[in-house]
């Protein structure tokens, strides 16, 4: 009870706010100064007699008074005249009249004896000049208070972190993240360790005090920290890298040690620092000036307390980045973040997995195969599946179905991957013509190409931005390295786009402007990259930057004029040469372009499946030998269906 009481003391009005509590004291004390002191009207009615009446006359009656000599004594103040009737019965009270000068003539014509007083004292004074000192000083106390509360304690936040730290004891297990098994099994050890401290330290092992989750974004960095602590079940600390940095210099460095010291407390606990490249930066980037700029402070204050407690303190740091080529030296030796965790994007199966997790909260219909999506989806990370996901159940809601179909999903997919369709961007029959013929383009060379990605939908629907058209690829599986002839295939791609215009338009349009600029872009990377032409042999033009993130500084050119003069030219003559044999396989299936563009015209959307039928069609009927991969399909096709019987059969046998 007394616990309540005091809560409730502390949640009353006054106390939730002081600033209105100040204003009204405020009030309250001035309202009580001018009842006690008075205005200059009754400064001093306290000296009158109780039996003597105050009566306001105007100030032309009091002259009148004056000179018929009914009063006997005046006081003149700053601005109000008090006059004593002559039988002291009353005193007359007027404002002075700025200017009149006259009224002391009158008074000493009379002979009537006048003095001066003042209105005010020494107390009302003092207080007059007190009082906006007074009122600065709250209000400064008053946003002072609140900053400490919003900024972590101390003055203006300096210091104490409890405001920055989310603590908590997470419910998420490892079974709620899927599709990086081997990193689950990386960070399995420092759940054992959590759990069961002693078993190590009798054995003399030594647990890596730090784990560093690298990985692109949205791959589940955090979500597999606060499984880790779930596992251990042990109290999860998590802080942004970016709440370390304040304007004021030592801010940053004092709440990391608030940080420790909370985690230590609570041992054994977790440590959980995401975007640690916030503070984590290498200090070799900043030249040879040093310094001592917030930044750094923080960094060395997190060395040191890394350095601080010993391999037996149940303490583990986890801290994620997508950016681990930027960080300090000193932060990743042996000692500190010892063991870097790598949380890749998902395989094809790591996908399907992702999928399920999601999927288990949503009603999806019976229809639905989730290995077409998975197989669709290569590339993309956990969260952008999760949101392929919510995307699908939101369009089923919109379109009040009971359950996600198959075709909701295929939606989410298009739009994660080209954009959101534009059905109100009506583009006339000119330009529908062309983006047909452009898409077509790319749809048969995929088809005709060997090594290029087959081709899952092709659509005149525009998406995104600026997309009037799309055609979609799905890898047969996934690839983690490109051949030289899939390169080149890819390049083929590209152009036949372009190609298709010139051929069946007879002009070229824009639409090609970003094929033409990735055709360029795989050209360059092989000749100064990957040493695949002979431009410059096997010597490497650019070093190659691993990055999560992609794109970053511009390269440092390393090779002479004469070499960059050899690449353009190579580059050149390439496109022109790779153009030519896509203008003659677009000429050499003219019909199959044809009814291709018939068909888009018809249903503005095509799948591969009726892609492939087309060109096969006009291959029969012109007698051609197909250049359709059909047989590698087929038995990539069989592949899959014994790899699904022997997992079936592995799972039945498990629950025997």
Known sequence: MANQDSNNNDNNFFNKNPLVTFAIFSVVMILVFKTLVGDGSSTNNSMVGQTQKVKAVSYSE????????????VEIGQSYIKAYSADGQGVYTTRIVRGDTKLIEELDKNGIEYIGFSETNWFTEMFGWLLPFLLIIGVWMFFASRMQKSMGGGMLGMGNSKKMVSSEKPNTKFDDVAGVEEAKEEVQEIVDFLKYPARYVEIGAKIPKGVLLVGSPGTGKTLLAKAVAGEAEVPFFSVSGSSFIEMFVGVGAARVRDLFEQAKKDAPSIIFIDEIDAIGKSRAAGG??????????????????????????????????????????????????????????????????????????????????IEEIARLTAGLAGADLANI???????????????????????????????????SRRINQKEKRIVAYHESGHALLAETTKGAKKVSKVSIVPRGLAALGYTLNKPEEDRFMMQRHEMWAEVDVLL???????????????????????????????????????????????????SFLGGGQQPSREYSEQMAQNMDEFIKSSLEEHYSDVIARLQEYKDAIENMVELLYQKENITGDEVRDIILDFEKENNMDSKLDIIGDEIAHELEEDAKMVKKSKEDSDEN
């Open 62 to 73: 009091l002259k009148t008074l004056v000179n018929s000599k009914s009063v006997s004594k």
């Open 288 to 369: 040879m000036m040093g310094g001592n700029d917030e930044r750094e402070q923080t960094l060395n204050q997190l060395l040191a307390e890394m350095d601080g407690f010993g391999t037996d303190t149940p303490v583990i740091i986890l801290a994620a980045t997508n950016r681990p080529e930027v960080l300090d030296a000193a932060l990743l030796r042996p000692g500190r973040f010892d063991r870097q965790v790598l949380v890749d994007k998902p395989d094809y199966e790591g996908r399907i997995k992702i999928l399920k997790v999601h999927m288990k909260n949503v009603k999806m219909d019976d229809d639905v195969e």
């Open 389 to 423: 996901i919510n995307e699908a159940a939101l369009l089923a809601g919109r379109k009040s179905q009971k359950t996600v179909m198959q075709k909701d999903l295929f939606e989410s997919v298009e739009r994660a991957i080209a954009g959101l369709a534009k059905k």
């Open 496 to 546: 036949g786009g372009r190609a298709a215009e010139q051929v069946f338009i007879g002009e070229i349009s824009t639409g090609a402007g970003n094929d033409l600029e990735r055709a360029t872009d795989i050209i360059k990377s092989m000749v100064q990259t990957y040493g695949m032409t002979d431009v410059a042999g096997l010597m490497v033009l650019e070093k190659s930057r691993q």
